[in-house]
């Protein structure tokens, strides 16, 4: 058996490893099949396949050349009708080509798109013409239906002269540009011919959503102690060295030396360099930039205003509290479908305060297991007043009866309650607290929106405090 060495050049113009970029320098033909694709070259008149092979390299795995040429008969190589000759291959620029467009293959009542959602990633869409329900307008409607993302990580071959081939690992598909076409093979579907349309704001937002980042990015301790962000072959997908990094489903928040680094799912930088404080929740993020709050979505567009749905379970148990002077009656449903199971009423003849109510400044509280999942303070606390001050109590049930416990002393000028998934505003001795925020006194103190509130404290600073009890005062 002949052998000849192949040389490679893996390309990483930042890391000392990780790639996703392979020089093969002896491809002369290319054998395509389904999502596979063969190489071929020739030497003194013999023909050699060259594999391409996958080795794990610390934590990623990193893309080789088999060092050996395998010799076959040039008779395999013509009798593949599917080949691409690396004369045919022409230079082609793979992000500015493919930016802000998809294509489309509609077959029956299914919708395929493919796009090319970052310098590491492709994606295909998948969609079903059919009737569903519309979060949006809150209505049955008849149109095409998402049924699922998938998002394929590359990496390029690099022939030589400039020529590249954008490959998608675990042989799952191809981009070949030649003379006659753009060549595009993706799982088992082929797009060569497909339609080309425009990709909308709308639909890039959805597209970042549905992605999630914890799934594809990871988070590297280099040497230097220093945190990088990297892909599936260890190449560093954003270019900071960092002190730490924070990935939840639709952000990447990179702190370099207490300055915030904020990205999307597709690298895109989002707010400004002046940013103080971050708060992500659900496809929104809240901002402190400067002296003032703004909240953007993933598109980095303003989403102060935008609504946002999100989904529980509808067969959850269902529970009604009433208080009257002396007494709390508890009413239980199982679940919406079997009405109430059972309804008992205790004594509050113990209780030796003037006025009784629920966090909701009510003598009647409604709820179900879904608002549990997103409420922020128990139900079971009770707003008590006696002699004009007020003061905060826990009431549990047994077989036994009900049991009281002191939250909060019954001392504080006002206790205001904005609902069950916000702080408690204490008010005493003319200043203003938030329960469980900080030991700080406020002049002044709003209500929170999300994560901050806007503040004025007793020497007159203004500034922002956050959930945790942070303060960012204005400059």
Known sequence: MIKYLIFLTVFNPILTFGQYSLKVKDIDIIGIKNTRLDFYTFKDKNSYKIYLNKVQDNEFEKLIVDSDYYPIQSTIISKNKDIVKKQDILKFDFDKSFENTKYEIITGNGKWLFSKFNKFFVMIE????????????????????????????IYYIDIGNGKKILAVADRDGYIIPTKDKLIIQINDIDFTDAKLIKNSIDNLSFNLIYFHTKDYYFVHMEPNKKITLRGKYGEQVIQLLCDSIFLNDRFIICIIENKYHIFNARLDK?????????????????????????????????????????????????YKYTISKDSITIAIDKNFTEGTNSINKYSLGNLKVDSTYFLNNSCQLSYNDNDVTYNSIPYNWLLVLKKGKFGLIEFKTSNKGIHFKEILPIAYDSIEAYGYQHPLKLKINGLYTYYRINNC??????????????????????????????????K
């Not at 709050?293 to 749905?309: F, G, R």
């Not at 103190?445 to 959930?467: H, P, S, T, V």
């Open 126 to 153: 998948y969609y079903k013409y059919e009737e569903y329900y519309d979060p949006n307008s809150e209505k049955r409607v008849i149109g095409w239906k998402i049924e699922n993302i998938n998002y394929y990580p």
């Open 270 to 318: 989002l707010g400004d360099n002046n940013i103080r404080s971050v708060y992500p929740y659900r496809s929104r993020l809240q901002l402190i930039q400067g002296n003032k709050m703004k909240i953007i979505d993933v598109m980095n567009q303003d989403a102060e205003s935008k609504y946002e749905n999100y989904y529980v379970c509808g067969d959850v148990g269902f």
């Open 441 to 474: 006194k406020y002049k002044k103190l709003e209500k929170f929106n999300k994560n901050y509130c806007r503040f004025i404290d007793k020497n007159g600073q203004k500034g922002w405090l956050d959930l945790k009890g942070n303060e960012y005062l204005d």
